[in-house]
C-alpha cells in the first residue's frame, strides 16, 4: 500500500542553523501538509500547498519558514532559523483531492540544542 | 474559528469492552468534515473514521464508529471490543470546505486510552 515517507527521522541542531525536513508524499496524490507536534501537545496545522504554491497558512507558518516541491516527488519544509520552541514532532500529510483523508507521514523530531 | 475540544485526558478500559471516546466541536459553517486518528506511542498518525457534516448516517469502519450528534456538535468515536494493540493517543479532528482552499485540520487535545487485560 502507499505511503508518504519523510527523511530523516529524528534531526538534532544547533539554534539559529537551518534545517530541511523532507517528504515524499504518495504519488497520485494533488494536496500537501505539514503539521507539527510539539511534545505532549496537540497537532497543529502550518501550511498546505497546491499545484506549486501555498493554498493556506497558519498563524505559526511565520517567514522563517518555507516549503518547495522540488521536483515531481519531493516536498520540503525549511526553517531558516532554528529556534528552541521548534523542537518539534514534523508531520507531513497527502491527499489525492479535496474533501478526502489526509494520509500522514510517520513524522520527523526536530530537537532544537 | 473552529474549534475541538476532547474532555477526557486519559481513559482506562477492559479488554473487550466497549469505549466512547468524547469529541465536540465548533464552527459556524455549515459543509465541514470530522475525522478521528489513532497516535500509538511509535508516533505516526493513523486515520481512523471519517463523518461529513452532511452525512444521515453513522461513518462506522470495521470496530470503529462515530455518534455524530449534529445538533449538539459532537461527534464520538465508539470502539467495540477493545482490544489491548487500541492503546494510544486518539485525536478529533475537523476541516471545513467553506474556504475553497485546502485547509488544514483542527485538531483537540487527544484522549490517551489504555486498555487493560
Known amino acids: 500500500e502507499p505511503e508518504v515517507t519523510q527523511t530523516p527521522s529524528h534531526q538534532v541542531t544547533q539554534m539559529g542553523q537551518e534545517v530541511i525536513l523532507r517528504c515524499v508524499p504518495i504519488?497520485?496524490?494533488?494536496?500537501f501538509y505539514w503539521y507539527r507536534q510539539i511534545l505532549g501537545q496537540k497537532v497543529e496545522f502550518l501550511v498546505s500547498?497546491?499545484?506549486?504554491?501555498?493554498?493556506?497558512k497558519s498563524e505559526i507558518f511565520d517567514d522563517q519558514f518555507s516549503v518547495e516541491r522540488p521536483d515531481g516527488s519531493n516536498f520540503t519544509l525549511k526553517i531558516r532559523s532554528t529556534k528552541l520552541e521548534d523542537s518539534a514532532m514534523y508531520f507531513c500529510?497527502?491527499?489525492?483531492?479535496?474533501?478526502?483523508?489526509?494520509?500522514f507521514g510517520p513524522g520527523t523530531r526536530l530537537t532544537v540544542l | 474559528a473552529q474549534k475541538i475540544t476532547q474532555t477526557q485526558p486519559g481513559m482506562f478500559v477492559q479488554e473487550k469492552e466497549a469505549v466512547t471516546l468524547d469529541c465536540t466541536y465548533d464552527?459556524?459553517?455549515?459543509?465541514?468534515?470530522l475525522f478521528w486518528y489513532k497516535q500509538p506511542s511509535s508516533g505516526e498518525m493513523i486515520f481512523l473514521i471519517y463523518?461529513?457534516?452532511?452525512?444521515?448516517q453513522n461513518a462506522t469502519e470495521g470496530r470503529y464508529s462515530l455518534n455524530f450528534q449534529k445538533a449538539r456538535k459532537s461527534a464520538n468515536l465508539v470502539i467495540s471490543a477493545s482490544q489491548l494493540g487500541d492503546s494510544a493517543m486518539y485525536f478529533c479532528?475537523?476541516?471545513?470546505?467553506?474556504?475553497?482552499?485546502?485547509?488544514?485540520?483542527?485538531f483537540g487535545k487527544g484522549t490517551h486510552l489504555i486498555i487493560q487485560p
Open positions: 463523518q461529513g457534516s452532511y452525512d444521515e
Open positions: 464552527t459556524s459553517d455549515q459543509s465541514y468534515g
Open positions: 500529510a497527502s491527499e489525492p483531492s479535496l474533501n478526502n483523508e489526509q494520509f
Open positions: 479532528a475537523m476541516r471545513d470546505w467553506s474556504g475553497g482552499g485546502a485547509d488544514g485540520l483542527t
Open positions: 500547498f497546491y499545484n506549486n504554491e501555498i493554498s493556506e
Open positions: 504519488s497520485n496524490h494533488l494536496y
